[in-house]
Every structure is written in structure tokens, then in C-alpha cells.
């Protein structure tokens, strides 16, 4: 079946196994009437559900709308099935209390206190023109096409209400959330999402990726918290490097995936194993040691990022790297802990650069009656 269930207790597109494409877009409210915010979401809630369905955006569709009056849908997406189509909303810091300190929509009172914008991390090279946002759309499916029909449509109904500040396109999901997938690779060659938290495991899930009623704002009971990276990976110092190398500044073995010591792709990390002259197995700045569990006091979320690549930079380098995301029940004490060790530290630092930032509060599914945000607004 290629429909994924677009009402739940939860929204969909973060414990759904992760679909292979993703268009993920980021949006400033350009309007300062509430009243019109809250039309907009209502509107996109109904269209969200028609299209996760595999239909078109509206009734009146591409070509049943008339003659004389743009299409309701945009078309590209009519022959096509929903492909687990999944749209997924979050509202940035900046819907809750703007740049200028004004609280447009009367929810200032209402913004989580762990939703505030991240700190610096060491070697951030942050562009602001790809950071932030009021509000985010995921739209994740296993066809491009579906993907980015979906935000197309979505932005052009918002004409006049929202505008869109920054999107991505990722393809080759990195992680898998699901014990059912295959582990994917990398654009550095690495299986990635080996020890991510997986649908299977409900309590990492209700610890670390579900917000409780008791958490903050009971308005975000069964919600999460998305933090988004554009991490630049410098491919072309990085296919210079030696394999013995590559698996070093990793932590694992290439081809199996499995841990540097270990035989098979979910062996246990051996964090305390040593080599020859008494050295680690897993070196100290190795990614992997530097991000688990037992290296930052039990902390875990849940990663869902994609591969992407931009075309060339103009002087001839892949604009290439991982759009980074994260889902987590608090980022102020699960990602931000974990990307400060690895800025300051990370062997893997060599290779990447963090080119862009955000983060959302994603709301709870919208249940039977609800709509993107009804428990909020
Ligand atoms: C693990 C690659 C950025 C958090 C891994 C693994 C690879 C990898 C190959 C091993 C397989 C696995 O267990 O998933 C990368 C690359 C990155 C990147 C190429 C940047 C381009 C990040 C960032 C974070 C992060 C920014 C979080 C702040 C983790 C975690 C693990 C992991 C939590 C699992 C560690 C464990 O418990 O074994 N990453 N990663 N990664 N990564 Fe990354």
C-alpha cells in the first residue's frame, strides 16, 4: 500500500520508514493577521490530506475547475499514486515572537521554552538566506515528482499569506527509522543510520522523540522537534583521503558497516577495545564514538536527513553534502549537546561544513477533526 495515513495521535513523516526523496521547505508569514494564518492552515490541512491520499491538491483539480481560470492543481503529480507521500508541519521560533520583538499572532506565551534558536556551534559557516524560517513543510515520497508537487502547491495557495525563504531537495534518504530497511549510504560511501532509533524500539521513542503533556506547552503533547542542518560536504578532499583513513575518522568499517573491531554491521561499538600500542580500536575523535550514547550521558534522537547535491559551486566543487534532520523531544538537551562534542571535536570536521540552520516545533497530529496547528491556535 502507498498511502501513509495523514490523521493520527502523531504526524506523519517521523517514525514513517523513511521514503527515498524528500523536499523540504521553509516558509516567512508575511501577513500579521491571525485570522488569515489560521485560514491558511486550514486550507493546507484539507489539501495535505487529499494529496498524502494521491489526489489532487483541490476538487476542481488541473483541468476540472474551467476554462477560464488558472488550474486549481498544478498537474504534474496526476498520473502518479500518492508514493507514501508524507507532509509534516513544524512552526519556527520566529512564528512565536518576531525579529522586531512583536508577537503578531498572539501565541508569544505559548512558544515552548525549548524552542529557541540554536547556539553557535564551532565552525559554523551559517548563511542566513538558508536558516530559520516561521514555519516548515517535510514532504517526504519514494518520487521527486510527489514531493515537490506537494510544496509547489502548498506555496501557491499560500501567495499572499506566506512566502517561501529557503527549500531543499534531498534524495537517498541517510538513515533508515525502521528495522524493516536497509541501512543506506552516505555521499562519503558510509552506511548511515545504523544505530538510529528505530520505530520498532517504542520506548527510545517515547523518551526521545515524542513531547509529553508534562514536558513544556501542553499544546505540544505528542509533538517533536525538528533541527535541520545543511551540512556542505567537501567531497573532493574527502575521495583523497585513504580508505584506512576514511574508516578511522568514521569509527567503521566501509564496506560492512560494522564497528572498527567488530565483524557484522549491528555489532556493539567496543568504546573501551584497544589496538596495537594501547591505542583505541574506536579512535577518540572518530564520529561515531564522539555521538553515541555512552559518550554523551545516554542521549539519543532520531535522525532523518537526505543526501543532496546542488550542481557545482563555481569553482568546480560539488555543492554536495547531507541535509541534516533531526527529530527530538527537547533540542536544547539531546542536539545541542551532541553537536557541540562534535564541533569541537569531530575528526569528521575535516570534511564538512554546516552551511544552514533551523529548528521547528512540529505539533501533534491532527487527530479526526483537527487541523495543522488547531491545538495551538
Ligand atoms: C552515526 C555520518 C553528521 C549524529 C553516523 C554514521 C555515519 C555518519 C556514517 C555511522 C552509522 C550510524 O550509526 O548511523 C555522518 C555524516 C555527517 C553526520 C557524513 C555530516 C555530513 C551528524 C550530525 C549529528 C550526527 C550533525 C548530530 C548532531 C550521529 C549519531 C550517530 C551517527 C547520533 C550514531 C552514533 C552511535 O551511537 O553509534 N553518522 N554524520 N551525525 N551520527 Fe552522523
Not at 564496506?255 to 579512535?283: Q, T, W
Not at 552551511?355 to 483537527?370: I, L, N, R
Request: a negative charge; aromatic letters at 8%.
Amino acid at each position: 500500500d502507498d498511502v501513509v495515513p495523514f490523521r493520527g495521535a502523531v504526524q506523519a513523516g517521523i517514525v514513517t520508514p523513511v521514503q527515498d526523496r524528500m523536499h523540504f521547505a521553509a516558509f516567512d508569514v508575511t501577513t500579521d493577521s491571525r485570522e488569515e494564518l489560521v485560514a491558511l492552515l486550514r486550507k493546507w490541512t484539507a489539501m495535505a490530506e487529499r494529496m498524502t491520499a494521491g489526489k489532487q491538491a483541490t476538487e476542481g483539480g488541473a483541468v476540472d475547475a474551467g476554462e477560464y481560470r488558472p488550474p486549481d492543481d498544478t498537474g504534474e503529480a496526476l498520473d502518479l499514486d500518492a508514493c507514501r507521500l508524507t507532509l509534516t508541519i513544524g512552526f519556527g521560533p520566529s512564528l512565536f515572537v518576531g525579529a522586531d520583538g512583536k508577537d503578531r499572532f498572539g501565541i508569544a506565551g505559548l512558544r515552548p521554552q525549548r524552542l529557541t534558536d540554536l547556539p553557535k556551534f564551532t565552525g559554523d559557516a551559517l548563511d542566513p538566506a538558508r536558516s530559520g524560517g516561521d514555519i516548515c513543510i517535510q514532504a517526504c515520497a519514494d518520487d521527486p515528482q510527489v514531493a515537490v508537487h506537494a510544496i509547489r502547491n502548498l506555496a501557491r495557495v499560500g501567495f499572499g499569506t506566506v512566502a517561501v525563504k529557503w527549500s531543499q531537495l534531498g534524495f537517498g534518504r541517510t538513515s533508515s527509522t525502521s528495522t524493516s530497511q536497509s541501512t543506506p549510504r552516505n555521499l562519503f560511501g558510509f552506511k548511515d543510520g545504523t544505530r538510529n532509533i528505530k520505530a520498532e524500539d517504542p520506548a527510545a521513542v517515547s523518551e526521545f522523540v515524542w513531547a509529553a503533556p508534562i514536558d513544556d506547552q501542553a499544546w505540544m503533547a505528542g509533538g517533536s522537534y525538528l533541527v535541520a542542518r545543511r551540512i556542505r560536504m567537501l567531497i573532493e578532499p574527502w575521495d583523497r583521503t585513504v580508505l584506512h583513513e576514511q574508516e578511522r575518522v568514521i569509527g567503521r568499517s566501509k564496506g560492512s558497516g560494522a564497528p572498527l573491531g567488530g565483524r557484522d554491521e549491528f555489532d556493539p561499538l567496543e568504546l573501551e577495545a584497544k589496538g596495537a600500542g594501547g591505542k583505541p580500536v574506536i579512535d577518540t575523535d572518530s564520529h561515531v564514538r564522539l555521538a553515541s550514547a555512552e559518550e554523551l550521558g545516554g542521549i539519543q534522537i532520531l535522525r532523518r536527513g537526505y543526501n543532496f547535491t546542488d550542481g557545482s559551486d563555481g569553482f568546480g566543487h560539488l555543492d554536495a553534502g547531507l541535509f541534516f534532520i533531526a527529530y527530538c523531544r527537547d533540542p536544547q538537551t539531546q542536539f545541542v549537546p551532541m553537536q557541540q562534542s562534535l564541533a569541537r571535536n569531530d575528526a569528521l570536521n575535516e570534511y564538512i561544513k554546516h552551511v544552514g540552520s533551523a529548528v521547528f516545533a512540529v505539533p501533534p497530529g491532527v487527530g479526526d477533526a483537527g487541523y495543522w496547528g488547531s491545538t495551538l491556535f
